[in-house]
């Protein structure tokens, strides 16, 4: 038994209350202010999972953030989460968790097999077995994969709600340890509006597990009295259990807040969110986040028992928990020492402190020696023995004065805990993700930040600064400083008193060296997580890797959950070793968010589901359509009424309907969406002879034309019909899903290219609501409903537009069709729109109206051989192949035209546009059917063209499509045949591509 | 009168929930047939200048992000070239106006049936704003007689820091028709937190 236990008093969790919980199966208890991994330790469970590649036992090393080991598949169903640290979990009642290592046990692993074969996988296996022959590793990914472990994420539909927040402040504190807690406290005595942002449940930092005294009292006081502060200030924002996750570009920070994962799936009010993503905009940033110990390295380090320093100090202060029976101390530096002193606290045997250097002095080593505990310099440990529990035995030798090599072999100690500590690594990550630079401080043996590039600053730890008076005074001047670069300067902090520690220097030591005289033989670990060896990077330099970044992807240092946070530092020292070069010189791999892993829920927040993900677009008759049933077609945003389907009818009888009854007798449309563009100025005619390709400036008041907008690449960008209003002011229409970037395009040219053109733009798409009235008895039923003006061919012919009434409200009316009909497009303000529509349909009663939908629209359009831009165009057709060149003018400039003159913009066997009728008239093409002249088994078949439109016309009784095909305008008769990917071949004939009516008549249909 | 209907008259959505601490803080209410015109016209040209001072009573912001009252109409610097005219409806001065602008280089457009008005407030609005707005918000930067543009979800508005004579201190949110419906309710879902009362379009 190692014999862990729960100290009798003590710590700050709750006693009076007990949780229970599970853990791969078992039930446990523990109490409020528990984390997992605090809970089981108190329980004498020591392993928490397997390693990635060998699959070996592995304990708890860390307390936070940095554990790299204990990770689990928390909660069960729809709301497991996996690979979450079991030293971050807070402990909730009923909690269930699993390790994600281990299948398909935790005691009996049958990847362990990897272990006896560790030989055999080097760094690079995987690149070096498995990815060839390239075919293969389809095959063993999948086996792999499994056999790697890591979590489950779950199938089912997130229960949770998520949410973002956007704020803006003047300084943003990362981190609420001593030096953040006084950087906000400075700050918001300022006056300045400040966000605190902290990872863990509460404030505090080391001040959690230290028996320090600041100001007379003791630390945990002193931090609830700020916080108290703190949280009476209305200009500070205090968010716990938010991790600052990402710090981008313009001082533009991400915090991650989880608001109720601590109290357990199901438990929250479901009204509040369980995380939520901060976006912060901040003035001035000061990073306080602390520093994470670093391992040292060594034959056996990462044995279930072996755990950094601080890490068993936090389970002994601030969790009560007495870790084992008996501990011991490897350490390079004066923090280690503490722990030693917190063991025996706890009433621990602490069988030893062993310290690498020479000659270690000072307050740290006098007051272990105090407590009787034997210290032995110059000392290492250069194995570890464990049973089936974990570490039982570590074994010690003398190293040589230079410190390069193994002495003598010193014999073995007991201990089940081996409290190890190789300095400490300031939290760097947010200053490297803002673009700066970190230094390596050889006096410190680490990573420091650099030049700051942003409006930041760091303090405390993460800044090299290691003892607590010099954080609170870090602090204190960091967070005055942020809040007058913001522009607040007043208020008054006095830095508090605290207990000055003189430290002595540490040894740098990124190795162990192994003995010679001992039997082990077995790995140094730099990375626990992805099993990274110190072998594993001399190997790598051996074969020719000289970049970090490289060494980083061929050993997998630093990959996974943990992103390297114990194990990065150690691994670019020995690899700047294998290379003969200073730790500046390799450098650090990039730093990128996020700092811990963020879920998928908290990055969509509420932008999720057909409600919220995109939006929805509605005219002014949405209500109407919902009403009657009709079935919605996306077009842009919009929701169009798609068909209108009667009593079940299904959407082929329901569209053969609604287009037979707009050709014999009248149909609606609401066609509000489209685009429409007010353009007023006296040059307005001007902008659009350069717009479109045909001409505008004899346009008459009151009368409309189609036009062609191309890209200066010549090819169609946009269509639709404008009509002049008045002389210098039009009205445009564009497509609907066209309209934003028309307006964008014309805004383009009128502000950068032709700023001396009179022209003003605005867009008026959503002011009009406009109801299309087509069909033979439109311009009767019209008539019926009531109109101020003339409706007959002769005074309102086609082409034409007039203003009135129409059913007592004021209407724009064109003469336009886009179904070959004789049709009305009446538009009114849209606050009418509805009322409009109801007076139609109801006058159109006798007439039996007809809504149709965007489906029938297609079909009408399609038998006259109008092109819809976009679908019978894809960027790459011009007017002419179209068959239009009537609407390409000669005799002026227009955007587009010198790039129809280009040999390949002008050669004849282009794709043009044509009708396809297929042989078996009930045959209905699919849309995209790739056209061939002669069907052919043997590969590649030259392809001629495609199907663009393709329907079944009840007009025509059969079907209809349209095509581009190579050179189609000089085919016609010629047949084609549609290969179809299921090999079906459609023999087709070419035509016109006017179906019906190529004479116009029904359109003009002049008298009444 | 044919009967109107504005864009959120038929907004499917619960009128009223509490928040998770049983508070209403937030509410909404759509400012129903406003006249919205959008002004555009040289600001070098005193003569245009002082048509709209003429007719209207205020000075048009040339500020960026300001807004001149006068009366019930408000104008809103939009761009350079470009303002909103917000008010109760085409009245006689606004009418003198149009006859007063035709001379020169302009586009006066109604956008009354295009857009309509949402208005905010109640304890929570920033935050329930904060969902979803990038900008500053926050009393020492946004305040009364300014308004600023942005995209809210997806919508492209128009915001204005407003004073509701019933109820205070509000935010008005300028949307076009067709995003309102979704605006609206994406907004209701944001205050589910604080809660929410939904009245009645105010006309």
Redesign the interface.
Known sequence: MSGARRSPAGGLIDRSHSITFRFNGKEYSGHPGDTLASALLAQGIRLFGRSFKYHRPRGVVGAGAEEPNALVQLGEGAYSTPNLRATQIELYQGLTARTVNGWPSLAFDIGSINNWFARLLPAGFYYKTFMWPRSAWTHYERFIRRAAGLGVAPTAPDPD?Y??????CDVLVAGGGPAGLLAALAAARAGA?VILADEQSRFGGSLLYSDAKISGESALDWVNSTVDELRANSNVTLLPRSTVTGYYDHNFLVINERRTHHLGPGQA?P???RERLW?V?ACQVVLATGAIERPLVFEGNDVPGVMLCSAVSTYIRRYAVVPARRGAVFTNNDSGYQAAVDMAWAGMEVSAVVDLRPRPTGQAVESVEALGIPVYPGHVIVATRSNAKGLNQIELARLTDNGSDILSHKGLLDCQVLAISGGWSPTVHLHSQSGAKARFDDGLAGFVPGQSVQAERSAGSSAGTFDLAGCLGAGARAGVAAARASGWSGGHLDIPMTQAAQSGSIQACWEVPSTELGPTGAKKFLDFQNDTTVADVQLAVREGYRSIEHVKRYTALGFGTDQGKLGNINGMAVLADALGQTLNETGTTTFRPNYTPVTFGAIAG??IGE??F???????VH?WHVRQGAKFENVG??KRPWYYPRHGEDMHTAVNRECAATRQGVGVLDAS?LGKI?I???DAAEFLNRLYTNRWDKLQSGRCRYGFMLGEDGMIMDDGVTTCLEPGHYLMTTTTGGAAAVMGWMERWLQTEWPQL?V???S??????VMSVAGPRSRQLLEGLGCDFDLGGAAFPFMSMREGSV???RARVSRISFSGELAFEVS?????????WE?VMEAGHRFDITPYGTEAMHVLRAEKGYVIVGQDTDGSVTPLDLGMQWIVSETKDFIGKRSLARSDTARDNRKQLVGLLTKDPAYVLPEGAQLVNAPSESRPVPMMGHVSSSYFSANLMRSIALALVKGGASRMGNTVYAQLMDGTIVPAVITSSVFLDPENERQRQEAA | MTSRFSPLSEIKTPQRQLGASDRLDCWFQEQAFRAHFNLRGDPQNSDFLQAVKEQLGFDLPLVPNTVSVAGRWRGCWLAPDEWLLLGPGRSEPFETLVGDLSAMHHSLVDLSGGQTVIRIGGPAWRDVLGSACTLDLHPRVFEAGHCAQTVLTHSNVLMIHAHDDARGEALDIVVRRSFADDLLRWLIDAATEVGFELHRPRT
């Open positions: 709600r949410d973002k927040m956007h704020r803006h509006r009010d009204r509040v969110s976006r905009r509420r932008a409600d919220r995109d939006p929805i677009r509605k005219t002014a209500p945003q919009w969406t007010d007023k100025g006296p009179k003003f733009l605005t008026v798409t959503d002011h009009w609501s059913a007592g409200i009114v303000d849209a606050n009418s729109g509805l009322a409009l007076a």
